[in-house]
């Protein structure tokens, strides 16, 4: 498991993607199995990853293992890259 608190969330998924963990093609509002993606709102850091359910540097994490990632809301004005 990589470690993803500091990053853009499109950063953290691609880390996820490229340590073998399979990235759904969408990740809505809410989640999308078995990733889901927690808003927190914030007025800095927008997008930004500040916590992650599975500790960082985990060994062998079970396949369809839920993963959690607290994210900095955006703004309304702000798009996604």
Wanted: glycine share 8%; aromatic share 12%; no cysteine.
């Amino acid at each position: 498991m990589p470690y993803l608190v500091g990053q853009l969330l499109w950063q953290a998924l691609q880390d996820l993607q490229d340590a073998g963990i399979l990235v759904p093609a969408k990740i809505g509002y809410f989640g999308t199995y078995p990733i889901t993606v927690d808003w927190l709102g914030s007025d800095t850091d927008h997008g930004v990853v500040q916590s992650q359910s599975i500790a960082p540097y985990t060994p062998n994490v079970p396949v369809n293992t839920p993963i959690t990632l607290t994210v900095n809301d955006y703004v309304p004005a702000v798009a996604f890259p």
